[in-house]
């Protein structure tokens, strides 16, 4: 068993003691923290008489999901960069998820239906805007112990947030490119970058429900008359209509994604200040353009134009 072999968090200190006794002098170097995985397993199986699974283990995968924290340094700190790092993808695909089922829904006309996959989506960007607190508490001295042995690994280079972009519809051919020659990746990436986006989707349906009518060129809505639709749901439609959910749950996700962004940036401008990022980016320049970008633009600016007064409805 190699001692660069799969670590594990385990805490039964127990284990530890056994550890010590039988590799002590192989120690060196590691966090005390953590052990190979394939030593916990065969310790636990032989406490267990041989069980080494439950069906909770079973269900979620959980050991699979507890030996792929692999820190590349012993810095205490790095662990819990690189378990928010994993949460927060676990998190993307989540909202990935609801995000696609939304779309779907509205394909189908179902405005409600969509309503209610955004609705967690928007709830789970919540909980991975706060993520950020967590990184926070990593000072910058603790984070430039080991950033150095990040290379050029960066969040710029997260497939699922940038498929999470495409279906919410940011495209982008260039942070597509960055994954054009990674195997099992660049499909799905290039999949996402070519389809229908959710917000295709719903104007889709404003089309079909009667409230987008003229103003598209070669297959484009002119913005003009997106900003009218939007500004015709929220005069003549209350939260009673499927439509005005709709385009208050779509404004619930962009809000919270804007938030991400800004607080992404906040918590990079107090960690590495105004040093480049390991992406080959300016860093804090660069995200400060980027916290600037609004998905479903148009409802955000039919804000603007929404005349004073009471509603229609
Ligand atoms: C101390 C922690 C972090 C720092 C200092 C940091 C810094 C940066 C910087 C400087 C960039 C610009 C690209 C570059 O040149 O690298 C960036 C982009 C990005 N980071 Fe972070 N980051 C941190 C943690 C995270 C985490 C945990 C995630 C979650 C997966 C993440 C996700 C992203 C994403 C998705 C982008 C691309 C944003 C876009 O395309 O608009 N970052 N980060
Ligand atoms: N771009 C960051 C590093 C970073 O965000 C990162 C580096 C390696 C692996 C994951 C990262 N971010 C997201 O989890 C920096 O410039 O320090």
Do not use: C
């Amino acid at each position: 068993m190699a001692l660069h072999d799969i670590l594990f968090l385990h805490a039964d200190p127990e284990l530890f003691a056994e550890y010590d006794r039988r590799f002590g002098d192989r120690y060196e170097g590691h966090s005390r923290t953590h052990l190979p995985s394939r030593f916990v397993e065969l310790y636990e199986a032989a406490k267990n008489g041989g069980r080494t699974r439950t069906e909770y283990i079973d269900y979620q995968s959980i050991d699979v999901l507890l030996s792929l924290q692999r820190p590349h340094t012993a810095h205490p700190a790095e662990m819990s960069f690189y378990l928010v790092g994993q949460a927060k993808e676990l998190l993307f695909k989540l909202v990935y998820e609801e995000v696609s089922a939304a779309r779907l829904a509205l394909v189908v006309d179902e405005a409600d239906n969509a309503s209610w996959n955004l609705r967690r989506a928007a709830t789970a960007l919540d909980l991975l805007a706060r993520t950020w607190d967590v990184l926070a508490t990593i000072s910058p001295a603790e984070f430039n112990a080991f950033r150095e042995q990040l290379g050029s690994a960066s969040g710029i280079d997260s497939y699922m947030y940038r498929m999470l972009e495409f279906a919410l519809g940011r495209k982008s051919d260039s942070m597509a490119r960055r994954h054009a020659e990674v195997p099992g990746v660049a499909e799905s990436v290039y999949r996402e970058l070519h389809r229908s986006s959710v917000y295709d989707e719903a104007l889709g349906l404003l089309h079909r429900r009667g409230l987008l009518t003229d103003g598209a060129e070669a297959g484009e809505w002119h913005p003009d008359a997106l900003r009218q639709a939007w500004v015709r749901v929220y005069e003549a439609h209350g939260p009673s209509s499927d439509l005005f959910r709709l385009g208050e749950t779509l404004m619930d996700l962009a809000h919270a994604f804007s938030r991400w962004r800004s607080l992404h940036l906040l918590l990079v401008e107090r960690t590495i200040g105004n040093k480049h990022g390991t992406g080959g980016t300016t860093g804090v320049d660069w995200l400060r353009r980027s916290a600037d970008h609004r998905f479903f633009p148009e409802l955000w600016e039919a804000r603007s134009i929404l005349p004073m007064g009471a509603p229609l409805w």
